[in-house]
């Protein structure tokens, strides 16, 4: 789904991960220590010392909505929010920056500042929580020493699926980071102890009942935030045991192109070593031809990937859920209508196969009746599935290994 939003995530679930006892005792290091520490398992030389703040809570919900209204317009959070919407990946009724900033204030525990290159931690935690995620924040921002973090970031903003691969490394490799910190202080590695980073994984969701704003919120929500986390961990692990110390930065310079390949590091490993092209695919055309779209004002576009489409089939349809892992491309966009404000969304996917397009397209027709109120279907077939709701027609097709639908579609809207 579209970036812009997401980029703010970064800041947000590190407390989430940190709510499961930890396997060592609290570090009791200075930040020069632990820089000195991570300096040694990357290779990274440490060009400066970093600044660390701290702020109260309220002080801290009061930087981050400060934060969201430089970076993020408007606008661009009410797209946002018609994507999530329209795709049927959060509920009608659901405020998408009220929800972010209640996340992001209740969840951080810490924070860096990439772009005042600075610790933020927050008053009152406990010790332990304080020493991890110093060691955690720590890690980002000697990162940041090497690469630009919010450059990396926004270099990816034509992807939408891009923005969530590379917090997935940014996150990822901190926590990859934090975890070998620890471990190596117990004499083990993670390198060695695939069991450890199966357990450093799980612990992202072991926070359950501590955090009343995260568990009450949507389930794509939930999943956006521990992500980077627990996904970004796992590629980390697979990019250093393959490329040893080289991996750290390589991950940086070749960035993942999408979750895809987040989900599934091997696909990056020979990505990287073949310079395979990520493919594209094209969207559908609605009725009018090259002028169908007078009248309509462009919202955007984006790309929506193997984890967008995870999500959309746990959500609908749960049985399908493993289809997403056939996922090989997927576009989409958003039109408004001048005069109406009607939203029109087309969308667009290709799959390894026709199989499993078919599937996915059977699969589609519970995802329609899933998000959509009203939804009738008015012609069915084994390539075309047409219908309406209250948002207007829908067209959905199967061409090939390929997936389209247009929804949102004037006249004979269900009432």
């Known amino acids: 789904m ?6 703010l995530f970064t800041w ?31 290779g990274w030389k440490i ?12 002080e801290l919900k009061a930087y981050f909505e400060k934060r969201m209204g430089e970076m993020v317009d408007p606008e661009d959070i009410r797209i946002e929010e018609l994507t999530l919407k329209r795709f049927g990946l959060v509920p009608r009724g659901f405020n998408l920056k009220e929800s972010t900033l209640d996340l992001m204030t209740e969840q951080a525990a810490a924070f860096y500042d990439y772009k005042k290159d600075r610790m933020v931690m927050l008053d009152g935690q ?16 000697l990162a940041d020493q090497q690469v630009d973090l919010d450059k990396y970031i926004r270099k990816s903003n034509q992807s939408d699926d891009a923005v969530l691969a590379r917090q997935a490394v940014m996150e990822g490799q901190a926590t990859w980071l934090m975890s070998e910190f620890m471990a190596r202080k117990a004499g083990m590695s993670l390198r060695t102890s695939q069991g450890l980073v199966d357990m450093m994984g799980r612990m992202a969701g072991a926070g359950a009942g501590q955090f009343p704003v995260f568990d009450q919120s949507p389930l794509y929500m939930r999943e956006s935030l521990l992500f980077p986390y627990s996904e970004g961990l796992k590629f980390q692990q697979a990019v ?29 490993l020979e990505r990287i070593a073949s310079s395979r092209v990520q493919p594209d695919v094209t969207l559908p055309q609605p009725e009018g031809g090259k002028n169908w779209n007078k009248g309509w004002k462009s919202l955007g576009e984006g790309t929506a990937g193997e984890f967008d489409h995870r999500m959309l089939l746990r959500i609908h349809a749960a049985e399908h859920e493993a289809l997403a892992g056939e996922w090989v491309a997927g576009r989409y966009d958003l039109h408004e209508e ?25 699969a589609y027709r519970a995802v329609l009746q899933g998000k959509s109120e009203g939804c009738e279907f008015t012609g069915e077939s084994a390539a075309e599935l047409a219908g309406r709701n209250a948002d207007g027609r829908f067209v959905v097709k199967r ?14 809207a269900k009432n």
Do not use: C, N
């Open 47 to 58: 060009k400066k010392p970093v600044p660390q703040d701290t702020m109260s809570r309220d």
């Open 338 to 362: 001048k005069k109406t404000g009607r939203v029109l969304l087309r969308y667009a996917s290709t799959w390894t196969s026709e199989e499993a397009a078919a599937k996915f397209f059977g």
């Open 399 to 412: 061409s090939g290994a390929t997936v389209t639908s247009i929804e949102g579609l004037p006249g004979a």
């Open 12 to 42: 947000a679930a590190l407390a989430a991960l940190l709510a499961a006892p930890a396997p060592v005792a609290a570090q009791t290091e200075s930040p020069a220590e632990i820089l000195a520490e991570l300096s040694k398992i990357t």
């Open 240 to 268: 250093a045991v393959k490329l040893g110390e080289a991996g750290f930065t390589t991950v940086f310079t070749t960035p993942p192109q999408t979750t895809q390949e987040i989900l599934h590091p091997e696909r990056y």
């Open 126 to 141: 406990g010790s332990l929580m304080q020493g991890i995620a110093l060691v955690h924040e720590l890690a980002h921002a």
């Open 2 to 7: 579209k970036g812009q939003m997401r980029t």
